[in-house]
C-alpha cells in the first residue's frame, strides 16, 4: 500500500503564510498526478492545486497567485505553500496520489489519500 503522510498545518492570521508537507512512502513506481484538496465544515472536499505527469499545473480560481504547489521527486514530498492566507481558506487540507505501485513487473494502480491537516485562518 502507498501511504501519505501530512504536516503543515496550523492556526495563522489572515494574510500569512503556511507550507503543507506530503511524504509517500510504500513500492511507487509513478505518479500520475499528486494534489491537495480542502474540505471546509458541511462542504465537500475540493480541489485546491495538482500536478499531473505531464506536468500540467492547475489551481482552483480561488488560490490563484497565493498558493504553489511542488514536488520533489527524489523524496516522493510534494508541497503546497499558501502565502496571503484568507479566513475562506480554512479548512482540512488532503494531499492525494494517484498512480502506479509495484515492482518486479507486479504492478497496480493506487489512488492515496492522506490524514489531513487542519488550517485556520483567523486573527
Known amino acids: 500500500q502507498v501511504q501519505l503522510v501530512e504536516s503543515g498545518g496550523g492556526l495563522v492570521q489572515p494574510g500569512g503564510s503556511l507550507r503543507l508537507s506530503c511524504a509517500a512512502s510504500?513500492?511507487?513506481?509513478?505518479?500520475?498526478?499528486v494534489g491537495w484538496y480542502r474540505q471546509a465544515p458541511g462542504t465537500q472536499r475540493d480541489l485546491v492545486a495538482i500536478i499531473k505527469d505531464a506536468g500540467t499545473i492547475t489551481y482552483a480560481d480561488s488560490v490563484k497567485g497565493r498558493f504553489t504547489i511542488s514536488i520533489n521527486n527524489a523524496k516522493d514530498t510534494w508541497y503546497l505553500q499558501m502565502n496571503n492566507l484568507k479566513p475562506e481558506d480554512t479548512g482540512v487540507y488532503y494531499c492525494?496520489?494517484?498512480?502506479?505501485?509495484?515492482?518486479?513487473?507486479?504492478?497496480?494502480?493506487?489512488?492515496?489519500w492522506g490524514q489531513g491537516t487542519q488550517v485556520t485562518v483567523s486573527s
Open positions: 510504500g513500492s511507487i513506481f509513478s505518479f500520475y498526478s
Open positions: 492525494n496520489a494517484v498512480g502506479v505501485r509495484g515492482s518486479d513487473y507486479d504492478y497496480a494502480d493506487f489512488n492515496s
